[in-house]
């Protein structure tokens, strides 16, 4: 393995260190236009990249800054405190990697320095070989599926051929290939990215199941699992491998894989590179590393492809459909060589136009009527198994139709995060408060089943307001990536609250005449 090392990525020489103000100083790098912030405090100084953590917007300076310490993103205004490197817009949520400042006791100047862990993939090197024509290949299936051929072996990636993604939100644009299926279930290895349900899809892994549960299925040693959700699911795959980050995983005597951390969420995506004789592929996905935020200004494949070709003519560029077939062999040998990419049959279907709607929505329809929602104790049994408390935030969650309007007979509550309450209404104490409509059919699919929030949220089945407006990411960041592992015990619910029940109505058969209810047992929601 390569030993750290410490690269200077700016350089300020004595004069401009005198001409540094107290508090925040932006500073270019004049060779390669790359960007910093130095913030020059009482005792020392700090410095980072100018580049926000979130999409790599460029910091610029807060006219909302009061006391000189904060910069705002240009992007999507989140805010970081550079005497601190904490991103106070979200509150509680990342701190911004710091570069090392040294400030030389000898001639004065102040040096950037950039600590570099060895790359993994730079471990055990091989040698590049030479390819022939369909030595490799790269075929793409459909949303984020692709089959990588190499040599003798096939591996798939994030798998999605059928079904939706997050509850209803999600649904396929590309008809994958008519034998998707097949090439699946013959696949000699399978790697899936992260538990986003537009990536590990139990929809298409049940009808894989059925074929060849064995089959080996790859995935990183996230902080939650993320086949997390599979006993629940019912789906019988028995061949699941948990790997650890950056460590060569060989396949045979020409091939080997590795998966990498996400540089943004590191408890849930990854990314991988794999190497065939040497010569490497990356396959990236939703994951962002640093180099992809600093080199990719671009979001539709056209506009890339487009400024590509402007700026490096000599560069190939595939903006795949499904059944499209990249021989990278080709496509390295001469990048300019079209021929490289093979398109499908004029007469193949591209887009999708029938999605089995009512099979899927009937399933999430079916919670609405489950049994625990007759009671409206759910709610305090549920938040509290979520564990989510000791932040100052009170929501309000309200069950809506399809078009976002309260549900006749819906629930309405609050919650106040604070101490975990339940309160009528809001407190009077100052807090941050949020508004949440949720389709009932989702919402309490989730709730039935413990599922994560980003079904509700990334899959546009809720719409929100806030007062402030403040993205609270530890509160969304716990109901994406930290509920409990195992769903709420809802037939112990049913039954303490059926002892209760009962316990109550012998209550009130030795009270009778004294009007005796219990309201938190109670079928009725609030308004």
């Given at each position: 393995?390569?030993?750290?090392?410490?690269?200077?990525v700016l350089?300020?020489?004595a004069?401009?260190?005198?001409?540094?103000?107290?508090?925040?100083?932006?500073?270019k790098q004049?060779e390669d236009?790359?960007?910093?912030?130095?913030?020059k405090g009482?005792?020392?100084?700090?410095?980072?990249?100018?580049q926000?953590?979130?999409?790599?917007?460029?910091?610029i300076?807060?006219?909302?800054?009061?006391?000189?310490?904060?910069?705002?993103?240009?992007k999507h205004?989140w805010?970081?405190?550079?005497?601190?490197?904490?991103?106070?817009?979200p509150?509680?949520?990342?701190?911004?990697?710091?570069?090392?400042?040294?400030?030389?006791?000898?001639?004065?100047?102040?040096?950037?320095l950039?600590?570099n862990p060895?790359?993994p993939w730079?471990?055990e090197p091989?040698?590049?070989?030479e390819?022939?024509?369909g030595?490799i290949t790269?075929?793409?299936?459909?949303?984020?599926?692709?089959?990588?051929?190499a040599g003798?072996?096939?591996?798939m990636?994030?798998?999605w051929?059928t079904?939706?993604?997050?509850?209803?939100g999600w649904w396929?644009l590309?008809?994958?290939p008519s034998?998707?299926?097949?090439r699946?279930?013959?696949?000699d290895?399978?790697y899936?990215?992260?538990?986003?349900?537009?990536h590990?899809?139990y929809p298409t892994l049940?009808?894989?199941?059925t074929?060849?549960?064995?089959?080996?299925?790859?995935v990183?040693d996230?902080?939650?699992p993320?086949?997390?959700?599979?006993?629940?699911s019912?789906?019988?795959?028995?061949n699941i491998?948990?790997v650890?980050?950056?460590v060569?995983?060989?396949v045979?005597?020409h091939?080997?894989?590795m998966i990498?951390?996400?540089?943004?969420?590191?408890?849930?995506?990854?990314?991988?590179?794999?190497e065939?004789?040497?010569?490497?592929?990356?396959?990236m996905?939703?994951?962002?590393?640093?180099?992809?935020?600093?080199?990719?200004?671009?979001?539709?494949?056209?506009?890339?492809?487009?400024?590509?070709?402007k700026?490096?003519?000599n560069?190939?560029?595939?903006?795949p459909?499904?059944?499209?077939?990249?021989?990278?062999?080709l496509a390295?040998n001469?990048p300019?060589?079209?021929?490289?990419?093979?398109?499908p049959?004029?007469?193949?279907?591209?887009?999708?136009?029938?999605?089995?709607f009512?099979?899927?929505?009937d399933?999430?329809n079916?919670?609405?009527?489950?049994?625990?929602?007759?009671?409206?104790s759910?709610?305090?049994?549920?938040?509290?198994?979520a564990g989510?408390?000791?932040?100052?935030l009170?929501?309000?969650?309200?069950?809506?139709?399809?078009?976002?309007?309260?549900?006749?007979?819906?629930?309405?509550y609050?919650?106040?995060f604070?101490d975990?309450s339940f309160?009528?209404?809001r407190?009077?104490?100052?807090?941050?408060f949020?508004?949440?409509?949720?389709r009932?059919?989702?919402?309490?699919?989730?709730?039935?089943?413990?599922?994560?929030?980003?079904?509700l949220y990334?899959?546009?089945?809720?719409?929100?307001?806030?007062d402030?407006?403040?993205?609270?990411?530890?509160?969304w960041?716990?109901?994406?990536t930290?509920?409990?592992?195992s769903?709420?015990?809802w037939?112990?619910f049913?039954q303490?609250?059926c002892?209760?029940r009962n316990?109550?109505?012998?209550?009130?058969?030795?009270?009778?005449?004294?009007?005796?209810?219990?309201?938190?047992l109670?079928?009725?929601?609030?308004?």
């Amino acid at each position: 393995m390569t030993s750290q090392v410490s690269k200077t990525v700016l350089r300020l020489e004595a004069e401009e260190v005198q001409t540094l103000k107290d508090g925040i100083n932006f500073k270019k790098q004049p060779e390669d236009g790359k960007c910093y912030i130095i913030y020059k405090g009482k005792d020392k100084m700090r410095a980072c990249r100018n580049q926000c953590k979130h999409q790599g917007g460029l910091f610029i300076k807060d006219i909302e800054d009061m006391d000189g310490r904060t910069v705002r993103c240009t992007k999507h205004y989140w805010k970081l405190n550079v005497a601190t490197m904490e991103y106070v817009n979200p509150p509680d949520s990342f701190m911004q990697d710091e570069l090392e400042a040294v400030l030389s006791d000898t001639d004065g100047s102040l040096e950037l320095l950039e600590l570099n862990p060895p790359d993994p993939w730079t471990a055990e090197p091989r040698e590049a070989q030479e390819l022939h024509a369909g030595e490799i290949t790269l075929t793409y299936i459909t949303h984020a599926c692709m089959e990588l051929k190499a040599g003798n072996k096939r591996m798939m990636f994030d798998p999605w051929l059928t079904g939706p993604a997050f509850a209803r939100g999600w649904w396929l644009l590309h008809e994958p290939p008519s034998d998707a299926m097949d090439r699946l279930s013959q696949a000699d290895l399978i790697y899936i990215s992260h538990m986003h349900s537009d990536h590990l899809s139990y929809p298409t892994l049940q009808q894989l199941s059925t074929k060849r549960p064995d089959i080996p299925i790859y995935v990183g040693d996230t902080s939650r699992p993320v086949f997390w959700y599979l006993e629940k699911s019912g789906v019988n795959l028995t061949n699941i491998n948990v790997v650890p980050f950056g460590v060569w995983q060989n396949v045979d005597e020409h091939l080997r894989f590795m998966i990498l951390m996400d540089g943004v969420h590191p408890e849930m995506d990854t990314c991988l590179i794999v190497e065939y004789k040497g010569v490497r592929t990356d396959y990236m996905h939703a994951c962002i590393l640093r180099y992809i935020k600093e080199t990719n200004i671009k979001n539709s494949a056209a506009d890339l492809n487009e400024s590509i070709r402007k700026s490096c003519p000599n560069i190939l560029t595939w903006t795949p459909s499904p059944g499209s077939v990249l021989d990278l062999a080709l496509a390295l040998n001469d990048p300019t060589n079209r021929s490289a990419i093979t398109e499908p049959p004029n007469d193949t279907k591209i887009y999708k136009d029938s999605w089995d709607f009512d099979l899927y929505l009937d399933e999430l329809n079916a919670s609405i009527s489950a049994e625990i929602f007759k009671y409206k104790s759910w709610i305090q049994y549920y938040y509290k198994w979520a564990g989510f408390k000791g932040y100052n935030l009170v929501i309000r969650v309200i069950e809506t139709d399809d078009d976002f309007e309260p549900l006749k007979g819906g629930y309405d509550y609050l919650v106040d995060f604070l101490d975990l309450s339940f309160p009528d209404v809001r407190p009077e104490r100052d807090h941050a408060f949020e508004e949440i409509k949720n389709r009932v059919n989702v919402m309490r699919h989730v709730v039935l089943n413990g599922r994560l929030w980003d079904d509700l949220y990334i899959g546009f089945s809720n719409r929100m307001s806030r007062d402030p407006d403040v993205y609270h990411h530890r509160f969304w960041n716990h109901f994406q990536t930290e509920l409990p592992l195992s769903a709420p015990d809802w037939d112990g619910f049913l039954q303490t609250v059926c002892e209760i029940r009962n316990s109550c109505a012998r209550n009130v058969s030795l009270h009778q005449g004294y009007g005796f209810t219990v309201p938190w047992l109670s079928g009725r929601a609030l308004h």
